[in-house]
């Protein structure tokens, strides 16, 4: 199937990207088609609630990445994996910005059927209000969750490397039935 990664780190090598990366290469061995997109390198307004989107269905005022080629990629994303570091117990904000944007499709129906979080954070007990904001939204979307990973604990940067918990983000991929 076709998965799209959205990575929710601005840093190259960080553990966010370790996780992504991992996941990738156990879905790709299956035989999935992936495609990647940093958040932070994508130009996307913030959701100004103008209504648009109600009353012209989909239909986004704004003229950006995420109206763009972003939208076009989700609306040929069968799979959508969220990885990201915990900032503030939630989301980055570029991260955010782009889930504030499916709103305007929210009535349309995605593609996407399935989906997957990957996440670390310095502590341990940092996930929750994450975790619980990404099923809701799944739910809501009537998106599948087929896995929540998170790894606590990390004191440097790309320390899930020494995790033994990574195998589980290349199970995960593994596991993604084409
Ligand atoms: C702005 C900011 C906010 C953060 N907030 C939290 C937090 O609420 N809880 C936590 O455990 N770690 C927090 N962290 C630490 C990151 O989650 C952690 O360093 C993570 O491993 C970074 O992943 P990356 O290297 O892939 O970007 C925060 C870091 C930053 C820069």
Request: charged fraction near 25%.
């Amino acid at each position: 199937m076709n998965i799209l990664i959205l990575i929710g780190s601005p840093r190259a090598n960080g553990s966010t990207e370790v996780m992504a990366n991992t996941f990738r290469r156990g879905a790709e061995e299956r035989g999935n088609k992936i495609a990647v997109i940093k958040a932070y390198d994508a130009k996307v307004a913030p959701c100004i609630d103008c209504g648009r989107c109600k009353d012209k269905i989909g239909s986004c005022i704004h003229r950006d990445d995420m109206s763009g080629g972003l939208m076009r990629l989700i609306d040929d994303t069968d799979m959508l994996v969220i990885a990201s570091p915990v900032y503030w117990w939630g989301f980055p904000a570029p991260l955010k910005l782009i889930i504030d944007r499916l709103y305007a499709k929210e009535r349309k129906s995605f593609k996407v059927s399935s989906s997957a979080l990957l996440m670390n954070a310095y502590d341990e007990d940092a996930f929750e209000p994450a975790v619980g904001q990404y099923i809701r939204i799944c739910e809501h979307l009537n998106w599948g969750i087929a896995g929540i990973i998170t790894i606590g604990g990390i004191r440097e940067k790309g320390g899930v490397k020494k995790s033994e918990r990574l195998g589980e983000v290349y199970t995960l991929g593994k596991s993604i039935r084409p």
